[in-house]
């Protein structure tokens, strides 16, 4: 189904949609809306949910000039504007992407204008596609910190990761759920994520990102807690070079996140049809270690390899 032909009615989207799109709705008050939010109902919410918002505006794409010519990037950098096409998912669940992480979002536009004075609009640099399948493809996995930075638990995380990014899927999701319910918090980053959500399927992946957060960031509300990833993003694109270094991003089934899809038995984690090896030499992220002086060393041997 695609997603024009999805309501926006409650009853559809608990029956039909994953999870995560129907708690965000809920969560921001417009799950029981009978129609589409406009752009003047996401600019009261973006006051309601961040306190020191200053911008950008949500603008409905019909109010813009017909001889408005700039690119999208541009006219956010330029105005602090964001184009928000009327009755339209994926617009919508960009602005509520918006209100969630509005300094890493303010942040990439600011990466893409940054190319686009260098290199022009088109071809988009290898930079932009890496920020750009961020921006629409992204789960940040939220790392909380071990108490007084335990390294023995540091490693326990670590490990997890390395088999998260290694593919072994059942070690990850199943035998060591445990680590993951204690340490790591997903947060949908992708938009587009979102909006194929709305009508799950099995085939349907992210690429993740992880972070690290402050020791009591489970104990944090979840609005606290997108203000922490949010600044913890920032630092993690700095580690990153602002996505010249590459690979970063790692692949993800998305209704293999526990809590994310109805049915996440064993069977399900052995279908490799979804649930795919990692594939003959591909190269490992530069994004882990996640934590210290090992992360610094193993970044420097992957980059130079």
Known sequence: M??????????????????PVTDLLDEVGLLTLTTFPTASQLNDLARVFQQEWDGPIFKGQSTFSEDESRYYETIIGEDNVVPTRENNWHDLFNALIWL???KSKRYLNKL?????????????TARRN????????????????????DSAAQTVIEHWLSDLAHHKWQQAFIQDLAIY???????????????????????????WLAVSVPFG???????EQRARVDDALLLRFAELEDF???????LVPLLGIPGWHDVQTQSFYDDTSYFRPLRENAKPTVALPLWGKERNKERDKKTSS
């Open 100 to 102: 969630q992480f509005p």
């Open 244 to 250: 010249e270094l590459s690979p970063i991003l790692k």
């Open 130 to 149: 890496r920020i750009t399948h961020f921006d629409e493809c992204g789960v940040v996995l939220a790392v909380e910190t071990p108490v007084q930075e």
């Open 112 to 124: 893409h204008i940054d190319d686009i004075r260098l290199h022009g609009v088109s071809p988009r």
């Open 217 to 223: 960031f489970s104990k944090m509300t979840p609005w």
């Open 181 to 207: 319910e204690q340490h790591i918090t997903p947060f949908m980053f992708g938009h587009a994520n979102l909006e194929m959500m709305l009508n799950p399927f099995i085939g349907l992946t992210g690429k």
């Open 2 to 19: 695609q997603s024009e032909s999805i309501p926006f009615c409650k009853a559809h989207l608990l029956a039909k949609a994953s999870k």
